[in-house]
């Protein structure tokens, strides 16, 4: 499916790049992720959620590299509306909403700022700080809350220059699988 050719493309050209101040690529990361979310049984579109949920970085006009120079390139946006194209919203609500985690989980949970890597504390500043409680208050009340929270988890653990997560091809069939279906 052409889909998941460009995919593979944009985890072997752009994915090849450092990961924003982290130990490993893009790709590892977020290869890591996908294995993460796999190993824990989670369905197939969440599967593919974390697989893709940095795919935003390799998307429009400003990078990664601009968000670390603090410029918020709003990856989450570019990566849910590029994966609409092809699947579902329990793919793309994920990873649109993997950085309102993050700042959810800042605000909810004791100890989780500080567990941040320095390059994610770094991003949090850029993508608006932690949660305030209304605002918190209203994410807890989203449809893919839940989905959001498990990806941000992955995400967060998805780091280790040690991993060796299964190649891209591994997923292929998963994601040519949920791409024939018709996106909601």
């Known amino acids: 499916m052409k889909v998941v050719i460009q995919l593979a493309a944009l985890f072997e050209i752009q994915g090849a790049?450092?990961?924003?101040?982290?130990?490993v690529t893009q790709a590892q990361h977020m290869l890591?992720?996908?294995a993460l979310a796999e190993a824990a049984g989670s369905p197939d579109a969440?599967?593919?959620?974390?697989?893709?949920?940095?795919?935003?970085h390799f998307q429009g006009r400003l990078t990664g590299e601009d968000?670390?120079?603090?410029?918020?390139?709003?990856?989450?946006?570019?990566g849910a509306a590029?994966?609409?194209?092809?699947?579902?919203?329990?793919?793309?609500?994920?990873?649109?909403?993997?950085?309102?985690?993050?700042?959810?989980?800042?605000?909810?949970?004791?100890?989780?700022?500080?567990?941040?890597?320095?390059?994610?504390?770094?991003t949090l500043e850029v993508?608006?700080?932690?949660?305030?409680?209304?605002?918190?208050?209203?994410?807890?009340?989203?449809?893919?809350?839940?989905?959001?929270?498990?990806l941000r988890r992955w995400d967060d653990l998805a780091k280790d220059p040690s991993a060796v997560p299964p190649p891209f091809a591994h997923f292929a069939p998963l994601l040519e699988a949920l791409a024939e279906q018709d996106p909601d």
């Open 17 to 23: 790049q450092s990961y924003l101040g982290e130990a």
């Open 32 to 34: 890591q992720t996908g």
């Open 46 to 56: 969440l599967i593919a959620a974390a697989l893709l949920h940095d795919v935003g």
């Open 67 to 78: 968000l670390m120079g603090g410029i918020d390139n709003c990856h989450e946006e570019t």
């Open 82 to 122: 590029y994966l609409r194209r092809w699947f579902a919203s329990d793919v793309s609500e994920p990873v649109r909403l993997h950085v309102a985690a993050k700042r959810y989980l800042c605000h909810a949970e004791p100890g989780y700022l500080a567990a941040l890597s320095p390059a994610s504390r770094r």
């Open 127 to 150: 993508q608006g700080g932690p949660m305030r409680s209304p605002e918190a208050r209203v994410f807890e009340g989203l449809q893919h809350f839940s989905a959001a929270l498990s």
